[in-house]
């Protein structure tokens, strides 16, 4: 017993503050958050356990400048490698969208030419918010299974190539004023109430799906997307986060478990980074 408890000590999984962690992972000792910070209307807010959505959400609302979120430092990373664990695992939100990829990339770098080798690897995730927190309960899973470290980086690495992010958000100018919707030509909305539906293409950048005439049909949309796209649903999680609209999304859970029958399913509240993208009655579906 006590072997199997030190092997499952022996290694550590770090999450950019745009995935969200579940309690269950907050008071595990394997799970580490990296924080972004953002910026509304000169005052910076980190995203850590301090994070008030409430009081976010008021102050973008009254701020007439967007938001603006920077990543942690390759210095910030490279402290968090250190430590007594044999083995580290970053995951970071889609390198298309963020440098928090690349900072970790370097902070890997600094590491080994300050302390000598180390088992570290950092994963794009190609997502962002709960696709983030699938990838670390994936490498929670292989870590466990007591899969060697190359093992791990491979069948986590297939993972997220299978993993596919939907969205449907009120309105996308947090995106489209922060360059995160580059190549999408155009986007119906405004008077006319049309919502877009989104999700990640395989290298993690933004793609429009299709779209809606209001947010209850743009979800139903979505949803019947996902059910059609998703192979072999009955052995997969399906995850959903939300920007404060619980209800909406416990709705789209039910919709997708009719029709899906996932093995099991999850909501998470978002967190800071995730909150500033999805805007207030934002959700996000990672299966």
């Known amino acids: 017993m006590l072997k199997g408890l030190?092997?499952?000590?022996?290694?550590?999984?770090?999450?950019?503050?745009?995935?969200?962690?579940?309690e269950e992972m907050k008071?595990?000792?394997?799970?580490?958050?990296?924080?972004?910070t953002m910026e509304v209307g000169g005052t910076r807010i980190v995203d850590d356990e301090s994070f008030d959505q409430a009081d976010f959400l008021r102050r973008v609302a009254q701020c007439p400048d967007c938001p603006k979120s920077s990543c942690p430092s390759p210095e910030e990373y490279m402290k968090r490698y250190c430590g007594e664990d044999e083995r580290i695992y970053v995951v970071t939100l889609?390198?298309?969208?963020?440098?928090?990829?690349?900072?970790?990339?370097?902070?890997?770098?600094?590491?080994?030419?300050?302390?000598?080798?180390?088992?570290i690897y950092i994963f794009n995730s190609r997502s962002a918010s709960i696709g983030e927190t699938l990838?670390?309960?994936?490498?929670?899973?292989?870590?466990?299974?007591?899969?060697?470290f190359d093992k791990v980086v491979d069948a986590?690495?297939?993972?997220?190539a299978g993993q596919n992010t939907y969205f449907v958000l009120e309105n996308l100018d947090t995106l489209r004023k922060n360059g995160r919707l580059t190549g999408i030509k155009s986007l119906v909305a405004g008077a006319l109430n049309i919502k877009p539906i989104m999700g990640s293409t395989p290298e993690g950048t933004i793609y429009q799906i299709g779209q809606a005439r209001g947010t209850k049909k743009a979800l139903v949309k979505m949803v019947d997307r996902i059910a059609a796209e998703t192979q072999k649903a009955e052995e997969k999680i399906l995850a959903i986060s939300h920007c404060n609209c619980k209800e909406r999304a416990l709705e789209v859970q039910r919709m997708l478990s009719e029709k899906m029958k996932p093995k099991s399913s999850f909501i998470?509240?978002?967190?800071?980074?995730?909150s500033m993208y999805a805007n207030d009655g934002g959700i996000i579906v990672v299966v």
């Open 6 to 22: 030190v092997q499952i000590m022996s290694y550590k999984v770090i999450v950019d503050s745009c995935g969200e962690l579940c």
């Open 27 to 36: 008071e595990s000792r394997n799970f580490e958050t990296a924080p972004l």
């Open 94 to 119: 889609s390198a298309e969208l963020s440098g928090s990829y690349n900072s970790a990339v370097l902070g890997k770098n600094l590491y080994i030419e300050e302390y000598g080798k180390k088992d």
């Open 135 to 148: 990838i670390a309960l994936k490498i929670q899973e292989c870590e466990e299974a007591g899969m060697p």
């Open 156 to 160: 986590v690495e297939s993972y997220i």
């Open 268 to 274: 998470l509240d978002t967190a800071g980074i995730s």
